[in-house]
């Protein structure tokens, strides 16, 4: 589908959306059977995790008491994050913070390096965010038994609902309880692929529209500029999203209702 | 559509857990506890700080008390110094008022003991006086005169 658009496009619309998309095999490699190459998407995670790594360790680097800007940023990621664990699951999910501070900052380091031209976005597939969402999803779920053993069973039968009700409600709880992790990754994985394409497709717009003169080209243009600046927003907003709703499962494993 | 191509789903699983679990690793093991090392040394060293200026204004506050205090004591001193002068100049006052009357009393009685000497003296000098003109009178009068019965009628008189 996208080659035959790119071959029988002609000079109106040659580029394809979702080519920006394709998981590209930097070096093979291979661990047993197991496929392990090193593609286009292990280089922005490991970029990711360097950026992330880089920046916590040089920020707090110095000590200082009085915090510079760079410090200031990685104080402000520690305090934000360890609030959003106080403020939803209490003291109690203290112990979480590495692993929340961990996927919020890779997902944030994702999506921004996204937002670079030519670059490549990891959290725009659905095999990672479901991956991270899965892990979560089981995860949070050990948990809830672990904490609560058989009654977390109970999670599942909400307080005050009438009796004669109950056959309809709790398939309900099940079901909504079990599609988290899909909607967890999908939410992630939809954004960033739909977001990245919107702006390609505009950026196609400028291409054939611009070949008319700058006049027509500049329209698209202004609306590539503004929707880059909404990008970068759902960028930073949908790794708050997936740590907060990390947080509310958790909080929802430990107390329950 | 690329998401969809599973052939690629295996590498980026598999690096995916490795990178993620090497950024995890980084993060909880080092990166983290040196962020929560300077806060906490940020958070003690204004408690400490605090703590010292609750500490200063305290002792400000007990150096105001001791100063009040002295002020009050000075003051109640002062009060007994003056009242205990203000005694003791009455007294005195008192004593050379009292010791000024005897002696004015003292010279009182002499002068009056003068008068009434005075005015006994003179009250005898007027009854030989009268004794004599009444002597002279009745000897005039009558020729001769008892003295006796003059002195009698003069005593008489003056009584």
């Known amino acids: 589908m996208a080659t035959e658009n790119a071959e029988h496009g002609g000079g109106g619309f040659a580029i394809d959306p979702m080519h920006q998309f394709e998981i590209k095999t930097l070096f093979p490699m291979q661990f047993g059977n197991i496929d392990a190459s090193f593609t286009n998407s292990s280089l922005f995670m490991v970029l990711a995790a360097a950026a992330v790594i880089g920046l916590m360790l040089t920020g707090i680097n110095r000590r200082a008491m009085v915090p510079g800007r760079l410090q200031s940023i990685v104080e402000l990621s520690y305090e934000f994050i360890a609030n959003m664990l106080r403020d939803n699951v209490g003291t109690a999910g203290l112990r979480f913070f590495p692993f929340v501070f961990t996927l919020f900052t890779f997902i944030l380091a994702c999506n921004l390096l996204g937002m670079i031209p030519y670059s490549f976005t990891v959290t725009s597939h659905i095999i990672v965010t479901f991956a991270l969402a899965f892990f979560i999803f089981i995860g949070v779920t050990i948990l809830g038994f672990a904490v609560h053993g058989v009654g977390f069973m109970k999670f599942f039968v909400p307080h005050g609902v009438p009796v004669y009700l109950l056959p309809l409600v709790v398939p309900i709880e099940v079901v909504s309880y079990l599609t988290r992790p899909i909607s967890l990754s999908v939410r992630l994985f939809a954004n960033m692929m739909a977001g990245h394409t919107v702006l390609k497709v505009f950026a196609g717009f400028v291409i054939a529209l611009g070949s008319f003169g700058i006049a027509p080209g500049i329209v698209p243009l202004v609306f590539m500029v503004g929707l880059t600046g909404l990008e970068v927003l759902v960028a930073a907003l949908q790794a708050y999203v997936f740590a907060i709703l990390t947080c509310i499962y958790l909080n929802d494993a430990l107390h329950m209702h | ?159």
């Open chain 2, 1 to 159: 559509m690329p998401q969809l191509a599973f052939e690629t789903f295996v590498p980026q699983l598999v690096w995916l857990t490795i990178v993620f679990g090497f950024l995890y690793l980084v993060l909880a093991r080092v990166a983290l506890p040196r962020v929560a090392t300077v806060l906490e040394e940020r958070r003690d060293r204004i408690a400490d700080d605090l703590d010292q200026a609750e500490q200063f204004k305290r002792q400000t506050d007990e150096a105001i008390a001791a100063y009040e205090r002295a002020l009050a004591e000075a003051r109640a001193h002062a009060h007994e110094i003056a009242q205990a002068t203000r005694d003791r100049l009455n007294e005195e006052t008192e004593r050379q008022r009292k010791s000024i009357e005897a002696r004015l009393a003292e010279k009182i009685g002499i002068a009056e003991k003068q008068i009434a000497a005075t005015k006994e003296k003179a009250l005898g000098n007027v009854r030989d006086v009268a004794i004599e003109v009444a002597n002279a009178v009745v000897t005039e009068l009558l020729g001769n005169a008892d003295r006796a019965a003059a002195e009698r009628a003069v005593d008489n008189e003056l009584k």
